[in-house]
């Protein structure tokens, strides 16, 4: 089993900026081979469908955004923890905030929800305009 958290979200005005974090362990039966292991980060308005975000290669060299945040959030790991750094928040990226890991081994992080294997619980997003 994988274990993933998520901190760092808030209710913040237009402009602002937040940082995200998404903590992830091993179960003790587990052992993952993370060299294709990617990490991304969805998005969930209300009344809307998840939408990626971000995503990278565990292993590194490998980063993929969505178009509405292309130049504008980054996504990093350090250790067993990836962030998601939001500057400029407009009131359009309020949403629950998840990340979600995978193993499959895909060429290139995937980006459609369904290719994710473990779940966060979420962390909620709120900016105000």
């Known amino acids: 089993q994988v274990q993933l958290v998520e901190s760092g979200g808030g209710l913040v005005q237009a402009g602002a900026s937040l940082r995200l974090s998404c903590e992830a362990s091993?179960?003790?039966?587990?052992?993952?081979?993370?060299?294709?292991?990617?990490l991304a980060w969805f998005r969930q308005a209300p009344g809307k469908e998840r939408e990626f975000v971000a995503a990278?290669?565990?292993?590194?060299?490998n980063t993929v955004y969505a178009a509405s945040v292309q130049d504008r959030f980054a996504i990093s790991r350090n250790k067993n923890t990836v962030y998601l750094q939001m500057p400029n928040l407009k009131p359009e990226d309020t949403g629950v905030y998840f990340c979600?890991?995978?193993?499959?081994?895909?060429?290139?992080?995937?980006?459609?929800?369904?290719?994710?294997?473990?779940w966060g619980q979420g962390t909620q997003v709120t900016v105000s305009s």
């Open positions: 990278l290669r565990w292993s590194g060299g």
């Open positions: 091993q179960g003790p039966y587990t052992d993952l081979d993370f060299t294709y292991v990617d």
């Open positions: 979600a890991l995978e193993i499959g081994g895909y060429p290139a992080p995937p980006q459609k929800a369904d290719d994710y294997d473990y």
